[in-house]
């Protein structure tokens, strides 16, 4: 198939933050290329997650694009951690600034790809009916872009309004006087539990394993702060390229055995009181990964989460048992666990009661009978490999992706699937595990000199050694050995008890543990080396 029989040269698969970036350079190289998304409108994560409360937990001014000048002197964060309508006004704001809705194509859901060894080109199949023909397929899909819902018996049968947040819809939700019910404490819930309880009759939530959490402590960013803001970008942008996470906040390297007990605490306090993940991402190293250092800093938290609850008992419901503070990505909240205080807020311990089935009415667990007018399933998303196990992906031989990847993703630098030539996954499994756009501009920024470069030479294809393949996987393994999160009951080691094949103990290796700048001197070092790992023909 000749380039001029192609429909595209490029075709990118979604629209939100990585499509978005994505699209803008290949248009600048004018590019034949398009993106597709199955949504009504650009966004991705936050074109569909619109329920109550949801925001950044990334401080917006680290959040949004860098490669744009006129986009940060021109756009104005109006709070410290932007809420969902915000963000999802900025991302517009961007493609309009650059003229690319032309390039994308809404409600366009890909169903299958499959690659031609003959032609070497991608047929795209839409659930349009169409099929879309193209050299290069770059993904764009996000991490949590799939959710999960429950299989509990009788889910059909509740009469009132059910979904799950990732559903949440467009009109507004009465609440007033509800009886709502929220299945679920995980970081979606810990956004969506204040708002609801501010709104609902009475909110009763159905907890199996408490969360972690820290304050937010959001605030608005003023015309003064945000002109400062401008004058500092090129700083913040620098410290998010040093820093293991790709924010601001910078690990604390002293040792925590160097530092005495009260001057820990001291650290401690101020942190709590801070903003953003600095409870988290600028503490000491030591948390991460030795289990006694650990252990302090969770009683430090916990103790914390007692002074904010009033019934004892109940804050003893709310702190976590089975893991330590930080090993799982940590939620942050506004008034969470206040929350509990209320009147209109009940909370039911789902691993001591288990929920039996859905009625009519409302929930049944082994000891009550619950009605409800809404059911919220906060039951979590099938993360970093789902929105790759529902498009039909078939390349070398017939192979299926998802038949490749049914352990688990295997990679070549979280970009390459050896048997799957000519696909590029953008922020996808086994990247860094890294402020998400910071992430994005990496892959972007780096996946598209790769792809001038095979235009230039005159290259139809490209695809990972299988000996690359197997040498980063076993980097990826091994970058999880040192942390105490290799044992986590983590989305982030493919813990999900609604899917099957992701229960406890059967660990995916979903992200790379090595942090943003060991991984941006990795991909540096593989493309002054030609490319090394990559095969062109």
Same mark, same amino acid.
């Given at each position: !198939?000749?380039?001029?029989?192609?429909?595209?040269?490029?075709?990118?698969?979604?629209?939100?933050?990585?499509?978005?970036? /994505?699209?803008?350079?290949?248009?600048?190289? =004018?590019?034949? &290329?398009?993106?597709? $998304?199955?949504?009504?409108?650009?966004? @991705?994560?936050?074109?569909?997650?619109?329920?109550? @409360? *949801?925001?950044?937990?990334?401080?917006?001014?680290?959040?949004?694009?860098?490669?744009? /000048?006129?986009?940060?002197?021109?756009?104005?964060?109006?709070?410290?951690?932007?809420?969902?309508?915000?963000?999802?006004?900025?991302?517009?704001?961007? &493609?309009?600034?650059?003229?690319?809705?032309?390039?994308?194509?809404?409600?366009?859901?890909?169903?299958? !790809?499959?690659?031609?060894?003959?032609? $070497?080109?991608?047929?795209?199949?839409?659930?349009?009916?169409?099929?879309?023909?193209?050299?290069?397929?770059?993904? *764009?899909?996000?991490?949590?872009?799939?959710?999960?819902?429950?299989?509990?018996?009788?889910?059909?049968?509740?009469? @009132? /309004?059910?979904?799950?947040?990732?559903?949440?819809?467009?009109?507004?939700?009465?609440?007033?006087?509800?009886?709502?019910?929220?299945? =679920?404490?995980?970081?979606?819930?810990?956004?969506?539990?204040?708002?609801?309880?501010?709104? &609902?009759?009475?909110?009763?939530?159905?907890?199996?394993?408490?969360?972690? &959490?820290?304050?937010?402590?959001?605030?608005?960013?003023?015309?003064?702060?945000?002109?400062?803001?401008?004058?500092?970008?090129?700083?913040?942008?620098?410290?998010?390229?040093?820093?293991?996470?790709?924010?601001?906040?910078?690990?604390?390297?002293?040792?925590?055995?160097?530092?005495?007990?009260?001057?820990?605490?001291?650290?401690?306090?101020?942190?709590?009181?801070?903003? @953003?993940?600095?409870?988290?991402?600028?503490?000491?190293?030591?948390?991460?990964?030795?289990?006694?250092?650990?252990?302090?800093?969770?009683?430090?938290?916990?103790?914390?989460?007692? /002074?904010?609850?009033?019934?004892?008992?109940?804050?003893?419901?709310?702190?976590?048992?089975?893991?330590?503070?930080?090993?799982?990505?940590?939620?942050?909240?506004?008034?969470?666990?206040?929350?509990?205080?209320?009147?209109?807020?009940?909370?039911?311990?789902?691993?001591?009661?288990?929920?039996?089935?859905?009625?009519?009415? =409302?929930?049944?667990?082994?000891?009550?009978?619950?009605?409800?007018?809404?059911?919220?399933?906060?039951?979590?998303?099938?993360?970093?490999?789902?929105?790759?196990?529902?498009?039909?992906?078939?390349?070398?031989?017939?192979?299926?992706?998802? $038949?490749?990847?049914?352990?688990?993703?295997?990679?070549?630098?979280?970009?390459?699937?050896?048997?799957?030539?000519?696909?590029?996954?953008? %922020?996808?499994?086994?990247?860094?595990?890294?402020?998400?756009?910071?992430?994005?501009?990496?892959?972007?920024?780096?996946?598209?000199?790769?792809?001038?470069?095979?235009?230039?030479?005159?290259?139809?294809?490209?695809?990972?050694?299988?000996?690359?393949?197997? %040498?980063?996987?076993?980097?990826?393994?091994?970058?999880?050995?040192?942390?105490?999160?290799?044992?986590?009951?983590?989305?982030?080691?493919?813990?999900?008890?609604?899917?099957?094949?992701?229960?406890?103990?059967?660990?995916?290796?979903?992200?790379?543990?090595?942090?943003?700048?060991?991984?941006?001197?990795?991909?540096?070092?593989?493309?002054?080396?030609?490319?090394?790992?990559?095969?062109?023909?």
């Amino acid at each position: !198939m000749t380039e001029a029989t192609l429909d595209y040269e490029v075709v990118v698969i979604g629209a939100g933050v990585a499509g978005i970036y /994505q699209i803008k350079r290949l248009v600048d190289l =004018g590019v034949n &290329a398009t993106v597709l $998304d199955g949504n009504a409108d650009l966004g @991705g994560t936050w074109f569909k997650n619109r329920y109550p @409360g *949801a925001r950044f937990d990334s401080e917006s001014f680290t959040y949004g694009y860098s490669f744009s /000048q006129e986009v940060l002197d021109e756009w104005h964060w109006t709070e410290r951690f932007s809420p969902q309508p915000e963000t999802l006004k900025y991302l517009n704001f961007v &493609a309009d600034k650059f003229d690319l809705k032309k390039h994308m194509q809404f409600n366009c859901l890909v169903e299958a !790809m499959r690659f031609d060894e003959a032609t $070497d080109t991608w047929t795209l199949e839409l659930a349009d009916g169409r099929r879309l023909t193209t050299r290069w397929v770059v993904t *764009a899909l996000g991490l949590l872009s799939i959710p999960t819902t429950p299989t509990i018996e009788g889910m059909d049968s509740f009469t @009132g /309004q059910s979904f799950h947040p990732f559903d949440w819809p467009e009109d507004p939700v009465d609440l007033a006087g509800k009886r709502v019910a929220i299945i =679920g404490t995980g970081a979606t819930s810990i956004q969506i539990i204040p708002e609801v309880a501010k709104e &609902a009759g009475h909110l009763t939530v159905f907890q199996r394993r408490p969360n972690w &959490a820290a304050p937010l402590n959001n605030s608005p960013i003023d015309e003064a702060e945000m002109a400062a803001i401008r004058e500092r970008y090129d700083d913040i942008f620098a410290a998010c390229a040093r820093t293991p996470g790709g924010f601001e906040h910078e690990p604390d390297r002293r040792g925590f055995y160097n530092v005495p007990a009260e001057k820990r605490r001291e650290l401690w306090d101020r942190l709590y009181e801070g903003s @953003g993940f600095g409870i988290w991402l600028q503490n000491f190293v030591e948390i991460f990964m030795d289990e006694d250092a650990n252990a302090e800093f969770s009683e430090y938290i916990a103790e914390r989460i007692r /002074q904010r609850v009033d019934d004892p008992e109940l804050a003893e419901k709310l702190i976590p048992k089975d893991h330590g503070f930080g090993i799982q990505r940590v939620p942050l909240e506004t008034n969470y666990f206040e929350t509990y205080n209320r009147d209109n807020v009940t909370l039911v311990d789902a691993a001591a009661t288990p929920i039996e089935r859905i009625t009519p009415n =409302g929930i049944r667990t082994s000891a009550d009978e619950y009605e409800f007018d809404l059911i919220v399933y906060a039951t979590g998303f099938d993360a970093f490999t789902g929105a790759f196990d529902h498009i039909e992906i078939e390349g070398v031989g017939g192979q299926k992706l998802r $038949d490749k990847w049914a352990d688990g993703p295997v990679t070549y630098l979280g970009m390459f699937v050896t048997g799957f030539p000519n696909m590029v996954m953008l %922020a996808g499994p086994q990247i860094a595990a890294t402020n998400f756009p910071r992430a994005v501009e990496t892959s972007v920024d780096w996946a598209t000199p790769l792809l001038e470069h095979a235009w230039e030479e005159g290259y139809t294809r490209l695809e990972a050694t299988p000996e690359a393949e197997q %040498a980063w996987f076993d980097h990826v393994v091994d970058m999880y050995k040192p942390f105490l999160l290799r044992s986590a009951k983590s989305w982030i080691t493919g813990y999900n008890s609604n899917i099957e094949g992701h229960e406890y103990g059967k660990t995916r290796y979903n992200l790379y543990n090595g942090g943003g700048p060991k991984y941006g001197r990795r991909l540096t070092e593989v493309a002054q080396n030609d490319y090394e790992g990559l095969q062109f023909s």
